[in-house]
C-alpha cells in the first residue's frame, strides 16, 4: 500500500487562527480523503478532495471552515481556519484508489486550539 | 450517517487470552474492514472482506463477514500486549458518495 505521510504530527494552536495541514502521498492515488476524528470518538469524513476541482463534503462541513486544495494525483492539504477549541481534534489524510475500494491512513495530526 | 455499533466498547484481557468482538448495522455492506489504531497513529487495515459468509485469517486475527451482510466479528487468538489500541470496523457501500462508514470502536487492553 501507499506510504502516506502528514505534516505537521500535531500542533498547539491559537483560537482565530488557521493551519494547514499537508498529505502526500509515494505514489499516484485516485482518491484522497479528509476526516477528523474527536477525542475518543471514531472518524467522521469532512471531505472528498478532488483533483483540480473544489472538494465534495459532507454534512456539517463548509468550504469556508475546511478549505481543501489538491493539486495533483499525489498531494492534498486541509486548512481548518478560524480555530476554535471545539476544532481540537485529529485530523487525517486517507486515500484510495477508487471511490469504493479500502481506505488507507496517514498518521494524522493532532491539533490543540488553547 | 449510517450507524455501525460495535461491542463491546471496551475490554480488560490477560495476555494469552483470546478476544471477540463484532460490528452489527441496520444497512447491508458489500465490504467489511478491520482497523487498529495505536495511540498517535492513524488507522491501519488488518482485514478486509469481500463476500457475505467469508472467513479470513491474518496471523492470529480471523475476522467474518455475516450472512445477512449486516454484521461482521474479529477475533484475535492468543493475545500479546501490542494488540493494545482501538479496533474499529468499517463498512463500506457500493452507492452514494460517501460510501465508507466507521463504527464506534473497541478498546483493548491487555494485561501481561
Known amino acids: 500500500s501507499a506510504v502516506i505521510s502528514q505534516k505537521p504530527s500535531r500542533d498547539i494552536c491559537q483560537r482565530g487562527t488557521s493551519l494547514t495541514i499537508q498529505c502526500q502521498v509515494d505514489s499516484q492515488v485516485t482518491m484522497m480523503f479528509w476526516y477528523r476524528q474527536q477525542p475518543g470518538q471514531s472518524l467522521t469524513l469532512i471531505a472528498t478532495?478532488?483533483?483540480?476541482?473544489?472538494?465534495?463534503?459532507e454534512s456539517g462541513f463548509v468550504i469556508d471552515k475546511f478549505p481543501i486544495s489538491r493539486p495533483n494525483l499525489t498531494f492534498s492539504t486541509l486548512t481548518v481556519s478560524n480555530m476554535s477549541p471545539e476544532d481540537s481534534s485529529i485530523y487525517l489524510c486517507?486515500?484510495?484508489?477508487?471511490?469504493?475500494?479500502?481506505?488507507?491512513f496517514g498518521q494524522g495530526t493532532r491539533l490543540t486550539v488553547v | 450517517g449510517q450507524q455501525l455499533n460495535q461491542s463491546p466498547q471496551s475490554m480488560f484481557i490477560q495476555e494469552g487470552e483470546d478476544v471477540s468482538m463484532n460490528c452489527t448495522s441496520s444497512?447491508?455492506?458489500?465490504?467489511w474492514l478491520w482497523y487498529k489504531q495505536d495511540p498517535g497513529e492513524g488507522p491501519v487495515l488488518l482485514i478486509a472482506l469481500y463476500k457475505a459468509g467469508e472467513l479470513t485469517s491474518n496471523g492470529r486475527l480471523t475476522a467474518q463477514f455475516g450472512i445477512t451482510r449486516k454484521d461482521s466479528f474479529l477475533n484475535i487468538s492468543a493475545s500479546i500486549p501490542s494488540d493494545v489500541g482501538i479496533y474499529f470496523c468499517?463498512?463500506?457501500?457500493?452507492?452514494?458518495?460517501?460510501?465508507?462508514?466507521f463504527g464506534t470502536g473497541t478498546r483493548l487492553t491487555v494485561i501481561p
Open positions: 444497512s447491508i455492506f458489500n465490504t
Open positions: 468499517a463498512g463500506l457501500t457500493l452507492t452514494g458518495a460517501n460510501n465508507l462508514f
Open positions: 486517507s486515500v484510495g484508489q477508487g471511490p469504493r475500494t479500502e481506505a488507507f
Open positions: 478532495a478532488n483533483q483540480g476541482s473544489e472538494a465534495t463534503y
